[in-house]
């Protein structure tokens, strides 16, 4: 059954996969003692809760409804190392990326497995970074028991993008199809499948697009579905950029920079195109991200030769979405 | 909680979709006393166990490896009785569909759950079929709690195909798609794809195909990839059969019948075509399974107007492929 607590886990930090940069993607599940699920939580952005204190929280609350939790995570840490009443006595953990075991934006996360008393944590992938690792060798010299390395190879998938960024550039292509592969038409995914893609552009360095899609479609290119920041555009065009039209909303979004070139600091790219645009740049791509909705068309479809290879599949109501690496 | 273990056995149900014709598809998940979770199971196929007797079997396998349980249902079901000695008493069962309180080829389920010693059963779906139904008053009877309408909504549409094929027929087209909508290709879909279409071809009344496939595909139309039966065919064509080449594989496989015309008694029907076949028949389907690839190619896209309505979304491996209504 350890791997299928693992795949809960992974399913759970996938979902919120891109959202978390410039952090990893991390999945938690916590059973009691007898092995009854408590939660299933994963980290959702920067700057909250890790997974591991998501988790927590959440099986705490399960336990104790009346519990008054602060929402910001270093006093949600110190709360719960003061008032978990030993609730966890005995807990299993099932983390998809190492706790982290330093003091980072919030308190390190095997301290509360060990103050919490838990007994078991398992482990997807083994953390690579100098400075959060340790974390299995404190649990252990705390006593609990850590078993690493369950469902690895869907462990380091799920941090792909995060090993990417953080050494460099990550580059992203999002695309939204009809179920008989055209991506013309203005609203092709509905409004939940939107609404990531915006929450995805509020957390990007640089939005990429073409010129000729800027020119055709005239957008905004905003984050307006989740209330976030506008993105920093970078208008890939053969034409200069004196001679577009500044009346297209694009440019007249405050406080955003425009490029004509990719700036070097930019660690999180998002390409938006359609098939043209994804022939220019396939090749350059690390992943696609690539919505379907559930109707058929009788528009062209995009015409490319590419092969992919799916890393996760979702669905957003009627929609369905996939994120793709080159195969 | 409630709802994601029954979650959980609606999704395992939803597996075996279509495989367990003339019976519903149903799922069982069990949890021990402390609320562990035991086994997730389906009803796989007409003569096999039940759902229920399959996750018994499973949670009982766990809690007692050295168990040697007999395969044959009837056999299977009367060695639990003798030997479960109180194993899974005050466990919890979560089944899509109320459980069967009579003698049918296998003895009734509720049964097991009474002689077993449950604590409590969640039903999603009331049993509406006069000869099963009762099952919920039998436990209560007996002691077990229950608890009916868990994710109701769902667990009926789970059940659309049953209720369809046991009042008249049920059609279901079947499409096999590239990434980018084309239906071109000999190889759309991968062998993990092919194997579940074959297994459902091994248990229709009927495959219907077009004409104009058959003479330009020339295909064999079996099963052979999971070793089943062949299906009758139904060729429907504006030319008469005495037309046709004969040594089209599909014309010579041993005791397939083939018809021109829909026979009145064939109850689940399967569609297979492009995308002039669908166009013909959509308006007529009950369903409609979609295979996706990770590919996108030079084809053209399946052109036609329709919009559907997902059920279920599964993964093949790096294909995906979506049960759909019509909207």
Chains 1, 2 share one sequence.
């Not at 308190?107 to 992938?125: G, I």
């Not at 055209?182 to 990007?204: C, D, M, P, W």
Request: with cysteine.
């Amino acid at each position: 059954m350890k791997e299928f607590y693992m795949s809960l886990a992974l399913k759970e930090a996938w979902k919120y996969q891109f959202l978390t940069y410039p952090n990893p993607a991390v999945g938690c599940v916590i059973l009691d003692k007898n092995n009854q699920i408590l939660s299933i939580k994963a980290h959702e952005k920067q700057g909250e809760a890790h997974a591991e204190l998501n988790a927590i929280k959440e099986a705490l609350k399960l336990l104790k409804p009346e519990f008054n939790f602060p929402k910001e995570p270093n006093a949600l840490h110190e709360f719960i190392l003061t008032n978990h009443q030993k609730l966890l006595q005995n807990a299993t953990a099932f983390v998809t990326l190492e706790p982290c075991a330093h003091q980072g934006k919030t308190p390190p996360c095997a301290k509360l497995f060990s103050t919490l008393e838990f007994k078991k944590v398992f482990v997807s992938v083994k953390d690579e970074n100098q400075i959060a690792s340790g974390g299995a060798e404190f649990l252990r010299q705390n006593g609990i028991l850590v078993e690493m390395g369950i469902l690895e190879k869907e462990g380091r998938e799920l941090l792909k993008p995060f090993l990417k960024w953080q050494k460099g550039a990550f580059k992203l292509f999002k695309l939204a199809l009809s179920l008989n592969g055209s991506a013309l038409g203005k609203f092709v995914s509905n409004e939940t499948s939107r609404i990531y893609a915006h929450q995805i552009r509020s957390i990007i360095d640089l939005l990429v697009v073409g010129g000729g899609t800027l020119r055709k479609d005239r957008p905004i290119l905003d984050s307006r579905l989740c209330g976030g920041k506008a993105p920093n555009l970078c208008i890939l065009s053969h034409q200069n950029l004196e001679s577009f039209d500044k009346t297209i909303s694009a440019f007249n979004v405050k406080n955003r920079q425009i490029f004509t070139q990719i700036p070097s600091n930019a660690k999180f790219l998002m390409y938006e195109g359609g098939a043209e645009f994804l022939k220019s740049f396939k090749n350059q791509m690390d992943m696609f991200l690539i919505f379907h909705n559930a109707k058929f068309n009788q528009e062209e479809n995009v015409k490319l030769d590419l092969e992919l290879r799916p890393l996760f599949k979702g669905n957003f109501k009627e929609d369905s979405y996939g994120i793709y690496e080159l195969l």
